[in-house]
């Protein structure tokens, strides 16, 4: 599994749909690339697809990110 430090900041790495939200469980630390700790979620995303990469700044809450008229798309993982 990736170590979060390297991995990308500042930048959108793919587009997905969140298909649940739900209890974070031990199992899902391998993914979410965080250590455990009670009382957090993980989302469940579905349609995933990978695109080049482009920034993005981080902001707290759900918020629009107005995508490049150049967005390349890599690959569609089905979910």
């Known amino acids: 599994s990736p170590k979060i430090d390297s991995l990308p900041t500042g930048q959108a790495l793919c587009i997905a749909k969140i298909a649940d939200c739900r209890p974070f469980t031990k199992k ?31 902001k707290l809450n759900f918020y629009q990110v107005e995508l490049p008229p150049n967005l390349q798309i890599f690959a569609h993982q089905h979910t």
């Open 28 to 58: 899902d630390t391998k993914f979410a690339c965080c250590e455990w700790e009670p009382d957090l979620f993980a989302w469940v995303l579905s349609g995933i697809r990978i695109i080049k990469p482009f920034p993005v700044k981080g």
